[in-house]
């Protein structure tokens, strides 16, 4: 059923039943110590000092601001802080200034690992990762393949970067893929530009900011009813005909395997 038609009220969605968590804060009112709880629904208190943090998931959501969670993940990012932290600081920073508690006690810094598809391994986009873990923070486990899928069918065909605040020149790209190393590689070839090119660390901050706000834009849509699914996943489809079989994935198999025609002698 599609996640529009579920129709689901601002409060099934902000305090929606769910697996119940006592965050025991530290004093230094950063880390914490999750405790499983089978107490029901209390009402979120926070604080340092020993206090306890009762919270239920998935956790509460209001509309934030698109505009702030684009800036906020581009800086984190030029801050040398990675593509996935730069999402993640920017999503659980905003949610941490609606909310406080059980936000301000996630370590953004958690998510560091993802930048370079997950310490350089050019696996999925790290801005993508701290993307989904904070849709799986907050939507319900039966709407985040619709959120999700979204997110990632848009990514694959984006023109990055669209958020440009400098004046530094390079084309946009599309990656055709949600991999890091195929996302990164297309803009570097198609422009003529090395690894360690100031304008290639320009470009993922700038889309890092892209992928916050997209994030903030479909989450807002969600939590009033009006998400609605435009995009779909590419290039896989002439692919599983024959290997739905021996075959798993949703990206594009065309950008590094080459087309059908290409690779087999029908």
């Known amino acids: 059923m599609a996640v529009k038609e579920k129709e689901l009220s601002r409060r099934r969605f902000i305090k929606s039943a769910g697996a119940t968590l006592a965050v025991t804060a530290l004093s230094a009112g950063v880390g914490g ?56 600081d920017a999503l659980l920073g905003l949610a941490a200034e609606e ?3 059980p936000y301000s006690y996630i370590p953004p810094q958690m998510f560091n690992v993802g930048k370079g598809g997950i310490v ?18 907050v939507a319900p486990q039966e709407d985040q393949a619709a959120i999700v899928n ?9 023109s990055f970067p669209y958020y440009k605040p400098s004046d530094m020149e390079f084309k946009q790209t599309v990656a055709d893929s949600t991999l890091c190393h195929v996302s990164v590689t297309r803009f570097l070839q198609e422009n003529n530009l090395e690894a360690n090119a100031p304008e290639k660390a320009e470009r993922c901050g700038g889309l890092s900011g892209d992928v916050a706000r997209k994030t903030v834009e ?29 075959h798993q994935g949703k990206d594009n198999c065309v950008t590094c ?4 025609d290409e690779i087999h002698d029908f």
């Not at 350089?120 to 923070?137: D, K, P, R, T």
């Not at 979204?150 to 984006?158: D, G, K, T």
């Not at 395997?257 to 059908?260: N, S």
């Open 150 to 158: 979204e997110l990632m069918a848009w990514y694959q065909q984006a």
């Open 33 to 88: 110590l999750l405790t499983g709880c089978s107490k029901p629904e209390e009402e979120t208190t926070g604080g340092a000092n020993g206090q306890t943090v009762e919270v239920t998931w998935p956790l509460g959501y209001k509309p934030l601001n698109p505009d702030k969670a684009e800036e906020m993940a581009y800086n984190s990012y030029k801050a040398g802080n990675g593509c996935a932290q730069g999402v993640a």
């Open 218 to 246: 479909l989450l807002n849509a969600y939590v009033d009813n009006q998400f609605t699914a435009v995009h779909k996943p590419q290039g896989a489809e002439t692919c599983t005909t024959c290997h739905s079989n021996d």
């Open 99 to 101: 909310y406080g508690a």
């Open 257 to 260: 395997h080459g087309e059908v």
């Open 120 to 137: 350089g391994w050019g696996a999925s986009c790290g801005a993508l990762l701290g993307a989904v873990f904070f849709i799986g923070l």
